[in-house]
């Protein structure tokens, strides 16, 4: 083992979908610990709270307008950091390696030998069903579930097969749950083409800001959903979620507060 990979080591921590009380143990012991924290746009202020007063707290995302930190120089920041012998925290929105680049991320630490250490966080897909009430492998209603991402990456190698959308509808019909991250954006072309297998009525939700105290709830047919989104200005962060799952829950639907969407 070198020297270098001895000085430092970087935890990638999963800072849950926002509610504070959804951290691991671990993962708070791991903020508490930390001296050096890059932390991503979708991590609440609640989280940052169990940082050390004299902990260095590096925003990386696009807080307040501003342009995102480019992932090069997040990369570099990290593993300079974690080489001085800094506890470095890189916080991560939901899980680190449900979309969030989190794999990318270790990779590149790797190569350079410093060790990376991962704590898993709830994913906000996880959160939004929670908040709807809907048991995601009801197994009355699902074989299982589908986690997807809603935005094609604009870099995507041209080889990459882009998302087929009638092809996870018709995944939707056979009774496999889609949970949509990055969705609401694209919103007309999910619903278009979903709709190419799936009735109009299927029904579908969206919850933004899962689990935090501005959280909001949809509920309507694929059909109208972005007719529906679009009314109620719902934006981003947002997991969108179809399936027949969503069927007969509404009574636990009214319990978490449905009418905040309106
Ligand atoms: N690693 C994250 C996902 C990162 S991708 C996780 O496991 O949750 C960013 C996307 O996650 C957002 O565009 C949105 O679709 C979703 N997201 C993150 N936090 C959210 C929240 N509190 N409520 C709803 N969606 C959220």
Redesign the pocket.
């Known amino acids: 083992m070198s020297a270098a990979t001895r000085a430092g080591w970087v935890t990638l921590v999963?800072a849950g979908?926002?509610d504070p009380e959804l951290l691991t143990l671990k993962a708070v012991r791991a903020i508490e610990r930390a001296t050096v924290l890059l932390v991503d746009e979708?991590v609440s202020d609640g989280v940052l709270a169990f940082a050390a007063a004299d902990a260095r707290i590096v925003h990386v995302g696009k807080r307040g307008g501003c342009a995102s930190t480019p992932q090069a120089f997040i990369d570099k920041l990290m593993a300079a950091e974690a080489l001085k012998g800094e506890h470095v925290v890189r916080l991560?929105?939901?899980?680190?390696?449900?979309?969030?680049r989190?794999g990318e991320e270790a990779e590149r630490l790797r190569a350079q030998g410093i060790e990376v250490e991962v704590v898993n966080?709830?994913?906000?897909?996880l959160?939004?069903a929670s908040a709807l009430g809907v048991p995601l492998t009801h197994r009355e209603h699902a074989h299982g579930i589908i986690f997807v991402?809603g935005?094609a990456r604009a870099d995507a190698n041209a080889d990459a097969t882009p998302l087929h959308w009638p092809t996870l509808g018709a995944a939707a019909a056979q009774g496999l749950t889609l949970v949509?991250?990055?969705?609401?954006a694209a919103i007309d072309t999910l619903q278009s083409g979903l709709l190419a297998s799936l009735p109009a009525a299927t029904p579908a939700a969206v919850?933004?800001?899962?689990?935090?105290p501005q959280?909001r709830l949809l509920r309507c047919p694929l059909g109208e959903l972005a007719r529906e989104v679009e009314a109620q200005r719902i934006g981003?962060?947002?997991?969108v979620i179809v399936g027949d799952v969503l069927r007969g829950v509404s009574s636990l639907s009214q319990q978490v507060g449905i009418e905040r969407a309106a």
Do not use: E
């Open positions: 999963g979908p926002g979708l991560k929105g939901g899980d680190p390696f449900i979309f969030g989190g966080g709830i994913t906000s897909g959160a939004a991402t935005h949509i991250y990055m969705g609401v919850v933004q800001h899962a689990s935090l959280q981003s962060p947002a997991i």
